[in-house]
């Protein structure tokens, strides 16, 4: 598995300089944000896919590098954060960036029954194995709502593009909220003390 790994990473490397194989039989791939970005794939996952599959799995990935993807993910994961109410927003957020990487692998390769596959086979194949370790915030072409998005990728009907500006919306409506939250709180805690204030002053 490791030698078929190397020799893929060494045949690609001019085409794909930000590509990194990690040997390891457990199928993964993510975009690893950085400077520069890195889209990281195993052995397993190459093995897991045909040449066509994979093309459209790293289209995939440099997609959510260069939308900066992890920015999104980011302020969603602040905004869970500061206010817990808004952890179902999360999921949303996700779709819309996979989504968006769906769609800009689906022109890059220029078949988006090609890139159905990728993203089934991709997730079928790293269900059977346990995850490899990869940080939180790197997305992934084999996560969230695989079924919803083969379906939308296959179907024939005219769609509306899946990209920034609905990101952007999620995202506005997560900073919004979370917003309004931390308003909120501030007067509660203003209100608490000056009450405190009072009720230590009657005291005396």
Not at 67 to 96: D, I, K, N, S
Not at 113 to 139: F, Q
Not at 190 to 199: C, G, M
């Amino acid at each position: 598995m490791a030698g078929r790994a190397t020799r893929f990473r060494s045949r690609h490397r001019p085409a794909e300089p930000l590509l990194a194989v990690l040997a390891d039989d457990r199928a993964d791939a993510f975009a690893l944000p950085g400077r520069p970005g890195r889209v990281v794939v195993t052995g397993g996952m190459l093995c897991a896919l045909s040449a066509a599959e994979r093309a459209a799995l790293f289209a995939h990935e440099r997609a959510h590098l260069t939308g900066r993807h992890h920015l999104f993910l980011a302020a969603a994961e602040y905004a869970a954060v500061l206010h817990p109410a808004l952890r179902a927003l999360r999921a949303p957020l996700g779709f819309q960036l996979e989504r968006w990487a769906d769609e800009a692998a689906a022109t890059a390769v220029g078949d988006r029954a090609v890139t159905a596959r990728a993203v089934g086979r991709a997730a079928l194949a790293a269900r059977h194995a346990p995850r490899p370790d990869r940080p939180g915030l790197a997305p992934a072409a084999h996560t969230g709502p695989v079924p919803r998005r083969v379906a939308a990728l296959l179907d024939p009907r005219p769609r509306p593009r899946p990209g920034r500006r609905a990101a952007a919306l999620a995202l506005a409506a997560c900073l919004a909220l979370t917003l309004t939250a931390a308003l909120d709180a501030t007067t509660d805690l203003h209100q608490a003390v000056e009450a405190a204030r009072s009720a230590g002053a009657a005291g005396r």
